[in-house]
């Protein structure tokens, strides 16, 4: 069964720096275009980050823009997102989710995916 899993969250205070990692078990990341996507309590799920297989390119949501950068170790299996500034309001379960359109991030920005994670909570607070 695929299987991708997140890593990393926890609880920080504001201006502090995080960073996730996504991996997976029984398939290969580099086959797919990944996706960063949050959920805070209320909300509807947010996309955040996106990179292609080959990482090449990035995209990422106004909300985060300049502060978190995703990247992606291929020979680690691994996708990162590397979190800084962070705010009170970046609170949220974490997912990263996986498409097999390796060099379009289209479907990822509409939320569809091949695979989720089950999720990491990150929680920034005084």
């Known amino acids: 069964q695929v299987q991708l899993v997140e890593s990393g969250g926890g609880l920080v205070q504001p201006g502090d720096s995080l960073r996730l990692s996504c991996t997976a078990s029984?398939?290969?990341?580099?086959?797919?275009?990944i996706g960063w996507f949050r959920q805070a309590p209320g909300k509807e799920r947010e996309g955040v980050a996106y990179?292609?297989?080959?990482?090449?390119?990035?995209d990422y949501a106004d909300s985060v823009k300049g502060r978190f950068t995703v990247a992606r170790d291929n020979s680690k299996n691994t996708i990162y997102l590397q979190m800084s500034s962070l705010k009170p309001s970046d609170t949220a379960v974490y997912y990263c989710?996986?498409?097999?359109?390796?060099?379009?991030?289209?479907?990822?920005?509409?939320?569809?995916?091949?695979?989720w994670g089950q999720g990491t909570q990150v929680t920034v607070s005084s």
């Open positions: 990179i292609t297989s080959s990482g090449s390119s990035a």
């Open positions: 989710a996986a498409d097999r359109h390796q060099s379009h991030l289209g479907a990822l920005k509409y939320g569809l995916a091949d695979y």
């Open positions: 029984r398939f290969r990341l580099d086959l797919y275009s």
